[in-house]
């Protein structure tokens, strides 16, 4: 199906934009010098020298195109400035005869001109360094605002790469935590078996397929949490409590893909006694608070890497946008989590 001319033309723009841009310039500093002349009641080849509009073309593309980026940007300096000279001196010398040709065929004879050869030689080549002077700025400004897109470019690659990551890191030690709760039915020989791995099963389909895109719905973020702590309801006593509560209009917002799970995995792998996980969503902000009692004696245990993870990613996502606090009080570890979502 063929692309529409308007859709095929804004698609196309940014490419040549700067062609454009060029054009309307040049097309507008003729204008304004006829309007200029006609406003004198002078006629634009006698009172504007339309030839040297061509020598100031030439200079002004000679050191945007090749000069600049060639000469002045490698330091070579003392050769820029004479490859200025000399082009300069030799765009006036045939453009200045050009012109009375142009002006005396123009006006059907030779009209005698006030200003000496030498003069006019001045004032050109005066006027045409004043053109190299607007392409080295408008040429530095260029290519100053192209690094800063390249650099934003290369922090948004960088980023990405560092959040691919932490999401690799995510997924193997998730399964490992969930693993565990379905190795302490395993070893009571548990009917529940079976669901625990339904559970798993549902999980592991989020964690390796529907997070690969850079959001998902915090709806569905809070539906694995719930599987989540159903399967750890299959592994721990019947009189352990867990409460889970949400709170606040869930269907409108997103997130990133299994950044709350960290805090619900520490509150199981290191907690004890009683479980508690709520989640506010108010004003456009999200407020997840986890309460689990301490271990004792603590176990010294290896990992750590979910908590640690998270940071990283918050750090990362949410710049600015995010509060994060682990407390330990009588008894009692909580983790408070805020964020502005987007």
């Not at 002349?37 to 593309?61: E, K, L, T």
């Not at 195109?65 to 082009?87: E, G, H, T």
């Not at 890191?169 to 190795?183: D, E, G, K, V």
């Not at 917002?253 to 969503?281: C, D, Q, R, Y």
Request: charged share 15%.
């Amino acid at each position: 199906m063929p692309i529409p001319f308007p859709q095929l033309f804004f698609r196309r723009l940014p490419a040549h934009l700067p062609f454009l841009l060029h054009g309307m310039a040049w097309l507008l500093y003729a204008v304004l010098a006829i309007y200029v002349n006609h406003y004198q009641g002078v006629d634009f080849v006698v009172g504007h020298p339309s030839i040297y509009i061509f020598a100031q073309a030439i200079i002004f593309y000679a050191n945007y195109s090749y000069f600049i980026p060639s000469l002045l940007a490698r330091k070579k300096v003392l050769l820029f400035v004479l490859a200025n000279m000399l082009c300069i001196a030799g765009l006036v010398a045939i453009a200045i005869p050009f012109y009375h040709g142009l002006r005396n065929w123009y006006s059907g004879s030779s009209i005698p001109f006030h200003m000496s050869y030498s003069e006019q030689f001045i004032l050109r080549f005066f006027e045409l360094l004043l053109f190299v002077l607007f392409a080295c700025i408008i040429r530095f400004t260029v290519d100053w605002f192209s690094f800063q897109q390249k650099t934003r470019n290369m922090e948004n690659v960088q980023l990405k790469t560092e959040l691919a990551y932490l999401r690799s890191q995510l997924n193997p030690h998730f399964l490992f935590n969930t693993l565990n709760a379905l190795y302490a039915l395993s070893l009571r020989q548990s009917t529940e078996t079976p669901g625990g791995i339904m559970q798993l099963s549902q999980l592991m389909r989020y964690a390796l397929y529907e997070t690969a895109e850079e959001r998902v719905k915090l709806s569905r973020e809070l539906e694995m949490i719930e599987n989540f702590l159903q399967l750890q309801r299959l592994r721990l006593p019947l009189d352990f409590p867990i409460q889970y509560e949400v709170r606040g209009a869930i269907d409108d917002h997103t997130i990133e893909p299994f950044l709350l799970m960290p805090l619900v995995e520490n509150v199981f792998k290191h907690g004890a006694e009683f479980a508690a996980i709520t989640v506010t969503i108010a004003d456009n902000a999200l407020r997840v608070q986890t309460h689990n009692g301490v271990q004792s004696p603590a176990r010294n245990e290896a990992g750590g890497i979910g908590l640690t993870n998270l940071r990283k990613r918050l750090s990362l996502l949410y710049p600015d946008k995010h509060f994060f606090l682990l407390e330990e009080n009588a008894g009692c570890f909580q983790t408070t989590l805020s964020l502005t979502l987007n």
